[in-house]
């Protein structure tokens, strides 16, 4: 095998035997696969819409199966060879319709995979500049997907995007694509990736409210309860539905903490509390939850041998765990049925506290829209001197205690801006208070960096800025998998400098590529806090 998509693969080169996630080579292999054929069907699809024939449940099945092979999402062999097979029946029937439609596909080169013998698809493209471009491009588009989904759960859709992310993708499996033609396309995903954040933005705030400065209790209450982990907030709405009157309560893990500051989900009386910190802590805090947990997307770590709660593991939507039930969409009602996570929940006792203090966000763009007045004030008065952008992923790297120190070190006039599970590794600091503000400022999960994105614009606008850069606002960004890299390409395509990303950069950038970001963007890794604080005038 060979993968090195997320910040923590092997020697930050790449993993050959074992992903450090969990995922074997066999597991691994079929993702390659699946992977291809995304590319073969999104090339497809493309070359149809210019013909208007277009398939709109192929975009479906393409960002379903993109999603899935996202870092932490799938870890069941089979289930992804029932994708491939999907993929590979629905390019059958395109190229059927092509044909009865007189399209010609002589150009396109479509093929199915052959077998891997010894090595990865990613090894195919030798020039280690393009395959570097190439896989941006790729992990890029499988952030762009998973936003995609989680709008299309809410009945958001935009062909637009389907289009340019199948346009983008197909270009990844042309042989004969310049330097040029990828960087071009780099950045144009870069520009998908606000797209898509909007879309799902205005699928949440639409469906649920937009967020609202809320204070969320992490103790525990002594009924048994279902723990929810992940990003999927219709997931948590039928649950929260189903679950009423149970006699049963309802907490939130990881990313789905962000739930709590949407107006809708105030109304759920058991609707508890979040539970325990970031994803890579489940290993240890499930264990005390008792209670069945349900993934609704990315954030699974395998559970290990000796589990005593691999019996109360629950996956559903494009997230996948060997032997873990698996919760099916119902085409027909476009709604799941969590009977069997409820009757598991009352089998099990009350969860064991383990933490007894409260976690405060909701600082969305609407609630940072209310507040511009005051940190206008606050910042030409001197009580704010900069917003550092701390969004992004957690990982279990020691390195990572790097953005606990730093957040320590920042002087009150900072306010920090944050967006994603980054947040676990200060949230529950006593910091030094600022005068007129929390000193963290959780816009939600890790699409919210667009709420981010929205604040800052506005905040340029009202202090008669031209640009983004000359705001206030510095960016010191943890990263781990491929949202993650959605993000940065979002930032990184509104023209965003001098951004510090860590705790190291991507193993899948060249030296070349990383000259070209450095020389055009300035984008360097962390050093030590002393001299990062220093660099970013904090």
Not at 93 to 104: D, F, G, Q, V, Y
């Amino acid at each position: 095998m060979f993968c090195y998509q997320c910040q923590e693969t092997a020697k930050n080169t790449g993993c050959t035997k074992q992903g450090v996630c969990g995922k074997d080579a066999t597991l691994a292999k079929e993702l390659d696969n699946l992977v291809f054929e995304c590319q073969e069907l999104s090339t497809l699809n493309h070359h149809l819409r210019s013909h208007n024939q277009d398939d709109l449940q192929t975009s479906r099945l393409i960002t379903d199966a993109l999603f899935t092979t996202i870092t932490n999402t799938n870890f069941d062999a089979e289930s992804v060879k029932t994708k491939i097979q999907y993929l590979r029946d629905k390019k059958h029937e395109l190229k059927t319709r092509a044909h009865e439609n007189h399209i010609p596909l002589h150009n396109l080169k479509l093929t199915f995979l052959p077998p891997i013998l010894g090595q990865s698809s990613i090894l195919e493209e030798q020039d280690q500049d393009l395959r570097s471009l190439k896989q941006l491009i790729i992990y890029g588009l499988k952030g762009v997907s998973a936003y995609a989904r989680h709008a299309q759960r809410l009945g958001y859709e935009d062909n637009t995007l389907y289009s340019n992310l199948e346009e983008a993708l197909s270009l990844t499996r042309q042989k004969e694509t310049t330097k040029d033609q990828l960087i071009s396309c780099v950045k144009g995903v870069g520009e998908l990736g606000i797209r898509a954040m909007h879309l799902l933005d205005k699928a949440n705030t639409i469906t649920f409210g937009h967020p609202q400065n809320t204070k969320v209790a992490t103790t525990v209450g002594n009924r048994p309860g279902i723990l929810v982990t992940g990003h999927d907030l219709q997931d948590l709405k039928e649950l929260l539905d189903q679950t009423n009157d149970k006699q049963i309560d309802v907490y939130t893990h990881g990313e789905m903490l962000p739930a709590h500051y949407y107006p809708y989900f105030k109304k759920y009386p058991h609707f508890k509390g979040n539970y325990g910190g970031s994803w890579w802590q489940q290993t240890q805090e499930f264990e005390k939850f008792n209670g069945p947990i349900l993934f609704t997307s990315n954030c699974i770590v395998p559970p290990p041998a000796n589990a005593t709660y691999q019996d109360r593991l629950y996956t559903t939507g494009s997230a996948y765990l060997e032997n873990a039930k698996h919760i099916p969409l119902n085409h027909d009602t476009q709604t799941k049925k969590f009977t069997c996570i409820i009757n598991k929940a009352h089998q099990c006792k009350p969860p064991q506290p383990i933490d007894n203090t409260e976690l405060q966000g909701g600082f969305a763009h609407q609630q940072l829209t209310k507040l511009k007045p005051q940190i206008i004030s606050a910042i030409k008065k001197g009580d704010i001197k900069k917003f550092v952008v701390m969004a992004g992923c957690d990982g279990r790297m020691p390195v990572r205690e790097y953005y606990t120190n730093f957040a320590k070190a920042l002087p009150p006039d900072i306010i920090i801006l944050t967006a994603g599970c980054a947040k676990y590794r200060y949230n529950k600091l006593s910091l030094q208070p600022n005068p007129h503000f929390p000193r963290i400022l959780d816009a939600g999960q890790c699409n919210d960096t667009y709420s981010l994105i929205v604040f800052a614009d506005e905040l340029r606008k009202e202090l008669g800025l031209k640009n983004l850069n000359d705001l206030p606002v510095v960016y010191n960004i943890a990263w781990y998998e491929q949202k993650a890299v959605i993000v940065l390409l979002a930032l990184l395509s509104l023209g965003i400098k001098n951004i510090k990303l860590g705790p190291t950069l991507p193993a899948f950038l060249s030296p070349e590529i990383i000259k070209l970001l450095q020389k055009e963007y300035n984008l360097t890794t962390i050093t030590t806090i002393e001299d990062d604080m220093k660099e970013l005038a904090l």
